[in-house]
């Protein structure tokens, strides 16, 4: 071999070099810095969303405690109270105590009394309910002891309230003692009929709710929640509940530097680990959200990619110093042409292949052209995951509605396993059953007005302890046999489902430690691990909908609530103003419903209620929404309905009722109110959702008086009520 073909040898390697090796570093350098800054984003924007989630379902629920306490200083029975009720200036008892016994008293004591006892009793957050007066006289629900001359007026929330009488106001959470709960008093002061202040009303609420969320709020995989009140006090803490009521410096000094200073993000060592963190101040209470996650948990991502960005990068050089050792002249159009393809996957082109000539050779140039398309394609995936995690967690932390959210999961579970049959369990909270949420190309599960009711003999709902503690302790993917076949380690459960549905593939859905349901699916996609990081945000995102949608709903009759109720009715009314359609308000209140609470029990009132419900759900349609406004009143909202066409709806729900036998000890009926928020010729709506609620009411009295069972809808043109029957 003469010099001159050695030289050339040489500038070819020397430009292959150049070409090839450097861009590949490069890229793989400007890779990795790109894969962690995107670890980084997804943390932050996923970590906001959730503490804006926590810090809104506070808002709504703190907002509502506010409402109650101007509605309980409102309240006339409240406002009658006088120097007539009791006062414990100078009480004295057994260890200097004296039990406080409203009950037992008579007159305007025992009225606020009876009144506070039902307000609690529907309301069970409330932990008590409390009013002083200018003189010293005091009652609270529940009864309790206390010591001897406690005078309200030196308490600090009397004084606080006094400072501002003409609103609510809110005192610091304090801890509400054996049993570490954290309490928050509201307080408004009472104002005379003449209009003076004549003393403070108090609600203090049980933030189990606080609690609830710090536990369960998903932040990354071991991350945790601190929540601390203006003063840097921490009144949550998921990870370390004695910190409760302790300084944030005392845990942290750092951290509590970063949070009194206003800054958005913060790291910080703990015992020898780095965490980041995001810092969040509530608008409404003043509270300050943290979400902390460890930094090394931000980096797997990251690092995973740029190992299998180094692993590929050695297998490049490799092949390249193999292919020096047969170089010659008739090499230099196509690896030239392999270079310029590189460098354009260096540059991000993914999308450009390498020929599939080149990679056909049998020489040394097939092989480096294999492994560059190898390159090329694992480049691709990994980014294209990225992207895909990216946009999965995007979506599925842009709603909180529950069954948008099961819709999200169902598709972005089929996508990434590339499945055609997807169902989504979900564990009740006794864990002892699981309920069909959402399914997809199973035969024999329909969706029946949003109800799935599967067949006990094929789809078992039940499951045993041991089965269900194992699923919870189970890899994250479980696999069965052959395509529809369940594994032989499978519990009876497990293989029922597997068998019935031919799904062979599950996936646990699992949230701090804790089994919150099952996705089976018959995945053709084999990245197991892609599949299951996927499903892990799928089991946070169901766990934060889950979280919300019983923050607005009602546990025994599974209505939303009055809160919920006004926000929606308040939207309706401004939508059809907007866009000139009609929107009409149901108001049904159960007959003789006291009877059967005192005649038969409230177990008996309970089942009434909750069939009812059922009933007035089965009888409107999916964009009507239900709620429950108080006790046995229900309200129904009926947008683009006008007032003739919300009387037919409601003479529907009557009709139903009282076809139904609910119990076997009465008949029950409804009596029902309609009204309709007319819109006037320049499109503002006509009357307000207070307004609204009224002529409502006014209709659903005009048909309990005019004998009850029946179907009161307004008037038209200032003619007569249309009653039915």
């Given at each position: 071999m003469n010099s001159g073909y050695r030289s050339y040898r040489g500038k070819l390697l020397g430009f292959l070099f150049l070409a090839i090796l450097l861009p590949l570093l490069l890229f793989a350098l400007i890779s990795g810095h790109q894969a962690r800054t995107l670890s980084y984003g997804d943390f932050v924007r996923f970590t906001e969303g959730q503490l804006t989630a926590v810090d809104d379902n506070l808002a709504t629920f703190l907002k509502g405690v506010e409402e109650d306490a101007v509605q309980l200083a409102a309240d006339p029975t409240v406002r009658k109270a006088d120097a007539s009720i009791a006062s414990y200036l100078d009480a004295t008892g057994p260890d200097d105590t004296i039990l406080m016994t409203p009950s037992r008293a008579g007159g305007i004591e025992a009225e606020i009394f009876g009144l506070y006892q039902r307000f609690g009793q529907a309301h069970p957050q409330t932990a008590f309910l409390y009013l002083g007066l200018e003189n010293g006289s005091y009652v609270q629900w529940p009864e309790g002891k206390t010591k001897?001359?406690?005078?309200?007026?030196?308490?600090?929330?009397?004084?606080?309230?006094?400072?501002?009488?003409?609103?609510?106001?809110?005192?610091?959470?304090?801890?509400?003692?054996?049993?570490?709960?954290?309490?928050?008093?509201?307080?408004?002061a009472i104002r005379g009929h003449d209009g003076a202040v004549i003393g403070v009303q108090g609600v203090d609420v049980d933030l189990d709710l606080l609690t609830t969320l710090a536990e369960k709020a998903r932040v990354g995989r071991r991350g945790f929640l601190i929540i601390t009140e203006d003063d840097g006090t921490v009144i949550a803490h998921s990870r370390d509940p004695a910190c409760n009521f302790q300084p944030l410096r005392a845990w942290d000094p750092v951290l509590a530097q970063a949070v009194a200073s206003g800054a958005p993000f913060v790291q910080t060592m703990r015992d020898?680990?780095?965490?980041?963190?995001?810092?969040?101040?509530?608008?409404?209470?003043?509270?300050?959200?943290?979400?902390?996650?460890?930094?090394?948990?931000?980096?797997?991502?990251?690092?995973?990619?740029?190992?299998?960005?180094?692993?590929?990068?050695?297998?490049?050089?490799?092949?390249?110093?193999?292919?020096?050792?047969?170089?010659?002249?008739?090499?230099?159009?196509?690896?030239?042409?392999?270079?310029?393809?590189?460098?354009?996957?260096?540059?991000?082109?993914?999308?450009?292949?390498?020929?599939?000539?080149?990679?056909?050779?049998?020489?040394?140039?097939?092989?480096?052209a294999r492994a560059g398309e190898a390159l090329r394609a694992n480049l691709s995936d990994q980014i294209g995951k990225l992207e895909t995690l990216n946009q999965a967690a995007r979506l599925l932390v842009s709603t909180l509605d529950w069954q948008q959210t099961l819709e999200y999961s169902a598709n972005i579970i089929m996508a990434v396993a590339h499945a055609e049959r997807v169902v989504i369990l979900l564990a009740e909270r006794d864990e002892s059953r699981f309920e069909v949420a959402i399914a997809?190309?199973?035969?024999?599960?329909?969706?029946?007005?949003?109800?799935?009711?599967?067949?006990?003999?094929?789809?078992?709902?039940?499951?045993?302890?041991?089965?269900?503690?194992?699923?919870?302790?189970?890899?994250?993917?479980?696999?069965?046999g052959a395509a529809g076949e369940p594994g032989p380690d499978d519990g009876p459960f497990l293989r029922a489902w597997q068998a019935a549905t031919g799904c062979p593939t599950a996936l646990p859905l699992q949230v701090?430690?804790?089994?919150?349901?099952?996705?089976?699916?018959?995945?053709?996609?084999?990245?197991?691990?892609?599949?299951?990081?996927?499903?892990?945000?799928?089991?946070s995102s169901l766990e934060n909908s889950r979280l919300f949608h019983d923050a607005i709903t009602d546990g025994l009759t599974g209505l939303f609530l009055h809160r919920y109720f006004q926000m929606q009715l308040a939207r309706e009314i401004k939508r059809s103003a907007r866009y000139g359609s009609a929107v009409s308000l149901l108001m049904i209140d159960i007959d003789h419903f006291k009877r059967f609470n005192d005649t038969w029990g409230h177990q008996t009132g309970d089942r009434v209620l909750r069939g009812v419900a059922r009933t007035v759900v089965k009888s409107i349609r999916e964009v009507d929404l239900a709620c429950r406004y108080g006790g046995e009143e229900l309200a129904v909202i009926l947008p683009e309905t006008n007032l003739r066409q919300a009387g037919i709806v409601g003479e529907k729900i009557r009709r139903a009722v009282e076809r139904e036998s609910y119990v076997a000890e009465a008949q029950v009926t409804v009596s029902i109110g309609a009204a309709e928020a007319a819109v006037t010729a320049a499109g503002a709506a006509g009357v307000s959702g207070e307004e609204l609620i009224r002529a409502a009411d006014q209709c659903l009295y005009k048909a309990k008086e005019s004998g009850r069972n029946r179907v009161v809808a307004g008037q038209e043109e200032g003619g007569p009520p249309v009653v039915a029957p």
């Open positions: 001897g001359h406690y005078d309200p007026r030196g308490r600090p929330w009397y004084r606080q309230a006094l400072a501002s009488p003409d609103r609510p106001t809110r005192t610091k959470a304090y801890d509400g003692g054996a049993a570490n709960k954290v309490i928050v008093s509201t307080v408004m020898g680990v780095l965490y980041s963190g995001i810092i969040r101040t509530s608008p409404f209470s003043n509270w300050t959200f943290i979400g902390m996650v460890e930094d090394a948990e931000l980096r797997e991502s990251s690092a995973i990619l740029g190992t299998h960005l180094v692993v590929t990068f050695l297998v490049v050089g490799l092949v390249f110093l193999l292919l020096s050792a047969g170089l010659t002249r008739t090499f230099s159009r196509p690896i030239f042409l392999l270079i310029d393809r590189l460098q354009e996957i260096g540059n991000g082109r993914f999308d450009v292949d390498i020929p599939a000539d080149l990679r056909a050779r049998p020489d040394e140039l097939g092989i480096l997809r190309g199973i035969e024999g599960l329909t969706e029946v007005a949003g109800k799935y009711a599967p067949a006990a003999d094929r789809f078992p709902l039940a499951i045993g302890f041991s089965e269900f503690e194992r699923l919870r302790h189970a890899p994250s993917v479980l696999k069965g701090k430690n804790r089994l919150i349901g099952l996705i089976l699916l018959d995945a053709r996609n084999e990245d197991a691990e892609f599949v299951t990081t996927v499903a892990r945000q799928v089991a």
